[in-house]
């Protein structure tokens, strides 16, 4: 991942999430795919609202 580093050379935010999940999926075989967010991807949009009904849970 460039050092951990975006391609404006910035830190990668949430770093401390990204290295979880580094750490869970060793051993697993995965292929992440980055997709622009919020851009009529069907899955993108689903994953976004599933975490926006789990953070609204956990907030209460």
């Not at 991942?1 to 770093?15: D, N, Q, Y």
């Not at 869970?24 to 009529?40: E, K, M």
């Not at 975490?51 to 209460?60: D, P, Q």
Request: glycine share 6%; proline share 2%.
């Amino acid at each position: 991942m460039k050092g951990w580093k975006i391609l404006a050379e910035k830190p990668v935010k949430t770093l401390d999430l990204r290295l979880e999940l580094e750490a869970l999926a060793d051993g697993r075989d995965i292929v992440w795919t980055w997709v622009h967010g919020h851009d009529g991807n069907q899955m993108n949009e689903q994953a976004d609202k599933l975490a926006e009904v789990e953070a609204e849970r956990r907030a209460v």
